[in-house]
């Protein structure tokens, strides 16, 4: 599934910055990371995964200008040590896009294991606590910054399906999290403010598609644009909230959901 035909956009304020994107190996994270680059950034690709990130990596082209460092981000001690080295390496850290996460097996409310819950919160919601963590004082030592956390519809109103509570609860968290982080550092230089990302062409989502083309053909019909988005449109999004263009976006997410929530 397309977006535009050219999904690229110019910043040149960007040009030399430092960019970390987490969960940058494929979807919105990889699409992202290609569009910092597009722009100049030296950027950092922050995921679990090293075959998957070399792939990445080999798929942008883009040597030197892109590196990657081992991360979980529902780890404190990996994300401690990602902001080291990225302190380390570079000195400053310009933008961040916290967009990694996963969570526990999906199951209705009744149904779902106390671990399960567990491991959503933390991979989701926990996850962007611990970046915002330690990434907020390397870019208040630089002068300030850009961080967008990747929440979601589903941060907006209940799972549509059976089965999403818990990941519904963690994008509600990471919005209140946001605002709330927003406010604290509204005077200071550094904005943080999250992406609301409809249904999106991830591998995932592709495969969700193919397993069920009947939810397949309910979400469709009820997305007015009458398909779902493209990972570089939610990537140009998140480029256009860390751009001067958005100098005045703290605290308000980006709702990108081709009319979904409209």
């Known amino acids: 599934m397309t977006g535009t035909d050219d999904n690229r956009v110019r910043y040149p304020e ?8 987490t969960g940058g190996s494929s979807g919105i994270g990889l699409a992202t990371v290609a569009a910092f680059a597009r722009e100049g950034a030296t950027v950092i690709l922050a995921s679990r995964d090293a075959d998957r990130a070399e792939a990445a990596l080999k798929e942008i082209g883009l040597a030197g200008q892109v590196s990657w460092i081992a991360c979980d981000v529902a780890d404190g001690g990996d994300v401690e040590r990602l902001c080291a080295t990225i302190a380390e390496r570079h000195g400053r850290l310009d933008y961040a896009f916290n967009n990694g996460g996963s ?3 999906w199951a209705p409310v009744a149904d779902t294991a106390e671990a399960d819950w567990r491991r959503t919160i933390d991979g989701y919601l926990t996850s962007a606590f611990l970046c915002m963590h330690h990434q907020i004082p390397l870019m208040l030592a630089g002068g300030g910054g850009v961080i967008v956390n990747n929440a979601s519809v589903d941060g907006l109103r209940g799972y ?17 999290l946001t605002k709330s982080a927003a406010l604290e550092h509204a005077a200071s230089g550094l904005r943080i403010t999250a992406v609301c990302p409809g249904w999106v062409d991830t591998p995932p989502v592709a495969r969700y598609f193919r397993d069920d083309p009947v ?3 309910a979400i469709l019909q009820q997305t007015p644009r009458g398909r779902i988005a493209a990972a570089e449109e939610i990537a140009n999004g998140v480029l256009w909230l860390c751009s001067s263009a958005a100098s005045f976006v703290i605290g308000s997410p980006l709702v990108m959901d081709g009319g979904y929530m409209a």
Request: glycine share 22%; charged share 15%; proline share 6%.
């Open 215 to 217: 939810k397949a053909a």
């Open 103 to 105: 969570g526990g097996r």
């Open 160 to 176: 549509p399906f059976p089965g999403g509570a818990a990941y519904s609860a963690a994008k509600h968290g990471v919005l209140g």
């Open 14 to 21: 960007m040009r030399g910055k430092i960019a970390l994107v």
